[in-house]
């Protein structure tokens, strides 16, 4: 099953890449790896996590939040690919948690970008990670993520 279809069955539609906030450009690609900007929670140009999680927001809302980003950053590298087709695996995530004093649950949260992976990916999905607490990110984002993956 192509992971185009996949995403499909899972009821899943990639966004489009949105304009970035800053000097730099969405993703880049070097030989075979794509690598993604850092990617907020934007949906059709809108920040819909905002705030610090285990204060502001939930555990599950910064699952969400990391899932939006995870999408975003998908829909950079497909800008370059053309297809998720052409992905042969995803390498790397890293991803940053807007977190409140004491917040240790970063992991749970970038689970929502991780899981996510796995279900689109299957085997292909299963990454390196990182997951850092900081005491802000831009625009008051809760969760930013980054990618890097590797086409055929």
Do not use: W
Not at 7 to 35: C, M, R, T, W
Not at 36 to 63: H, M, R, S, W
Not at 74 to 82: I, R, Y
Not at 131 to 152: R, S
């Amino acid at each position: 099953m192509s992971f185009e279809h996949r995403l499909k069955e899972l009821g899943v539609v990639l966004p489009e890449v949105s304009a970035p906030v800053a000097a730099y450009i969405q993703a880049v690609q070097v030989d075979k790896l794509v690598y993604t900007a850092g990617q907020i929670p934007f949906v059709k140009g809108q920040l819909i996590y905002k705030g610090v999680v285990g204060k502001d927001l939930t555990l599950e809302e910064g699952y969400d939040a990391a899932r939006v980003c995870v999408l975003n950053a998908l829909a950079a590298v497909k800008s370059l690919a053309g297809s998720i087709d052409n992905i042969e695996r995803i390498i790397r995530l890293t991803g940053y948690v807007n977190s409140a004093d004491g917040f240790t649950d970063q992991p749970k949260v970038m689970n929502g970008a991780s899981e996510l992976l796995l279900q689109i990916f299957g085997e292909a999905g299963r990454h390196a990670r990182s997951a850092i607490g900081v005491n802000t990110l831009p625009l008051g984002a809760a969760v930013e993520v980054e990618l890097i993956v590797k086409l055929k």
